[in-house]
């Protein structure tokens, strides 16, 4: 059963997209979804990372609480600058920061997280994943920064998955 569904809610969600997309339930579109839900997760399995073995689950609540308030405050600082201030004014700025994490699915939601906050951007990992360059508009305090994505983002992605 593994080998013809290597991922189960993968494929629920595929079946379940396609016949949402097509706002019908006839026999093709059914067939259609029941060979999409078995064909991309049997194709894209190469492409995932290695398995998820989350290790403390609680940690997850306070991390997403993290992320949703971290959110809201760069959503807020980033439109008040764009009011206010000229786009030659914002000024944008690399950040180098080491890690510690080395787990590719804790790589992976960092790399979300990163990429969903307003205000920063994901620009490279290190071939050896031991340094993130970070874009970050408005830069404060870089050590502040540094330890801030530390605390908040690296360590409970590391007591999760690591």
Known sequence: ??????????????????????QA??????????????????LTASLRPTPVRIRRPGVILRLAAHV????????LRLGWLLLTRRGADLPATFVRIPLDVRDPNALATLALITCLTPATAWAELSLDRSVLLLNVMALGDEAE???????????????IFE
Do not use: C, H
């Open 1 to 22: 059963m593994k080998r013809l569904l290597p991922s189960p809610v993968l494929s629920a969600a595929l079946a379940v997209l396609w016949l949402l997309l097509n």
């Open 25 to 42: 339930a006839d026999p093709a579109t059914l067939l259609m979804a029941a060979v999409l839900a078995v064909a991309i997760p049997a």
């Open 68 to 75: 949703a308030i971290d959110m809201l405050r760069s959503g």
């Open 145 to 159: 920064l540094i330890a801030t994505f530390k605390q908040r983002y690296e360590r409970p992605l590391m007591e």
